[in-house]
């Protein structure tokens, strides 16, 4: 299998493969598509080397299955790659697993430092919160990562940051796997206990999230690349940038793990200005993992807007058509009753038979042209649970086709993922009384979208605030009223979620 992967191929009869996103040490992740709920996803491809032994390939695949348990176990947290599902794919004798994870719309933290530099401190700050959150959930769940390292960190286009990667990682509860290499993991980011073959908990994700965040803020590792092993005996080069950052970054090298501080001790250590405000409303926390609400519109009302409206159009011209071309066409009256004979110079009689008989017919065919496009018309989706709401909106027919890359392109549904831990609130609001309903969101000011992201997505800026990111099309039986996430919205967004009366005019 591995070596007939390419675009299109369909992994566990559901998932298309349309791109490869890049490679690890343990696989490739791809963007795929699920035509089920009309989204995409990304899918890690277990890559299993011909001339591995029976003994080592059979420890990729356990670690592969493990990498998903791990992940699983945390797909509540905001800030940590959601696993969807695990699909076992035949490749020889192996039963090889793909990964099934939330696609987020973004770039790496290592993509970002090589196109565009280091960050500024403020920046830093925000991404050092948001992994500290990440690890304390991990380590609460008795899971340790042990490669943070900036490609494993992504930043999502809504301002999100997200810990991904779990495929080295090692919990309390797992069996122990036999491997020829003594060290696993990116050497420029590994602690030094673990160069000794120490026992690792929490505090190697401590070291090298250290590492990250020098690497993000000054632009080079704080330790010489060309001595894998220097974390063990050479001191952090000097910092230039990391300002009030500094003391953290510090504490977090330290080389004893017993002096590094612990997740609470750190984030103390993020000075207030560069800090944003917890938000003490946390309501996707409360929700069961793994529940969503999915609202979409019925196949059969689809279809039946569109051979309504379809035959509507057809019956009106040809009504019109068959009229006059029946009255220039015959000379004598056709339409006669016994005694009662509809006659005139006008050709009335032969208008009102020619207007019924193709007016019938076009609006028959037109109303069976339509029943079938309507059959084949995808609906909007939209998703909500506790990570957040996925808008999913669909643009043309669902057309593939290659790339000059070889890429697949598709030209169909196009979704993006609001998470709650983003916003400062979500509402249905009509945005003129006699409008349909529509969606509004406030972010906050750390995760506000760029105008790239809002272009992308259609969303449109709200008067008085905030934007305006999914109408309800009353032209288009594709779009979905958002009046029926209201229920939906109080359970999962809490009290992110307003009432409109309760938002005042602009």
Not at 278 to 299: D, L
Request: with cysteine.
């Amino acid at each position: 299998m591995a070596a007939e992967t390419r675009p299109g191929t369909v992994i566990g009869g559901r998932y298309t493969l349309t791109r490869p996103l890049g490679a690890g040490g343990f696989g490739q992740v791809w963007q795929a598509h699920d035509p089920v709920l009309g989204v995409d996803v990304a899918v890690k491809q277990v890559r299993l080397d011909g001339a591995l032994p029976d003994e080592a390939r059979a420890e990729l695949l356990a670690r592969a299955a493990r990498e998903a348990r791990h992940a699983a176990r945390l797909r509540d947290h905001p800030h940590i790659v959601t696993v969807y599902d695990v699909v076992e794919v035949d490749e020889g004798p192996w039963r090889v697993p793909w990964i099934v994870m939330q696609w987020v719309d973004g770039h790496s933290l290592a993509e970002e430092l090589k196109r565009d530099g280091p960050l500024d401190p403020e920046r830093a700050a925000r991404v050092a919160e948001s992994l500290l959150g990440a690890l304390d959930a991990a380590h609460r769940a008795g899971v340790v990562h042990r490669d943070v390292k900036p490609a494993n960190v992504l930043l999502a286009a809504d301002g999100s940051v997200l810990l991904a990667d779990f495929g080295i990682a090692v919990a309390q509860t797992d069996p122990r796997l036999t491997r020829t290499t003594l060290v696993i993991g990116s050497p420029g980011y590994m602690a030094p206990e673990r160069w000794q073959g120490a026992e690792s908990d929490g505090r190697v994700d401590l070291f090298s999230l250290g590492v990250t965040l020098y690497e993000a803020l000054e632009g080079v590792l704080p330790f010489r690349p060309e001595n894998p092993t220097a974390a063990l005996t050479e001191e952090p080069r000097p910092m230039e940038r990391a300002g009030a950052l500094a003391p953290l970054l510090l504490a977090l090298l330290e080389k004893d793990p017993a002096r590094r501080p612990t997740v609470d001790a750190a984030r103390k250590l993020l000075t207030p200005p560069s800090r944003p405000p917890e938000r003490k409303t946390k309501p996707w926390e409360q929700v069961p993992p793994g529940e969503s609400v999915t609202v979409a519109n019925k196949q059969g009302g689809i279809a039946g807007a569109y051979s309504q409206a379809a035959g509507k159009i057809g019956g009106y011209a040809g009504f019109g058509i068959g009229g006059v071309l029946a009255a220039l066409t015959f000379p004598d009256p056709v339409l006669s009753l016994g005694s009662l004979e509809l006659v005139g110079d006008n050709h009335l009689g032969h208008a009102a038979l020619g207007a019924a008989v193709l007016g019938g017919f076009l609006g028959f065919v037109c109303w069976l042209v339509g029943l079938i496009t309507g059959a084949r018309a995808k609906s909007d989706v939209l998703t909500l649970d506790a990570h957040g709401l996925t808008v999913s909106s669909w643009r043309g027919d669902q057309q593939r086709g290659l790339a000059e890359d070889g890429t697949l392109e598709r030209h169909g549904a196009k979704s993006f993922t609001l998470r709650w831990g983003a916003l400062e609130r979500i509402a249905v609001e009509h945005p003129k009384e006699a409008e349909p309903a529509a969606i509004a969101v406030w972010f906050r000011p750390a995760d506000e979208p760029s105008a790239a992201w809002r272009t992308k997505h259609g969303a449109e800026g709200r008067e008085g605030g905030g934007l305006w990111v999914y109408r309800d099309d009353a032209t288009s039986p594709r779009t979905v009223n958002p009046e029926r996430l209201r229920d939906a919205l109080k359970r999962y967004a809490g009290g992110l979620y307003e009432d409109p009366h309760d938002i005042p005019d602009p």
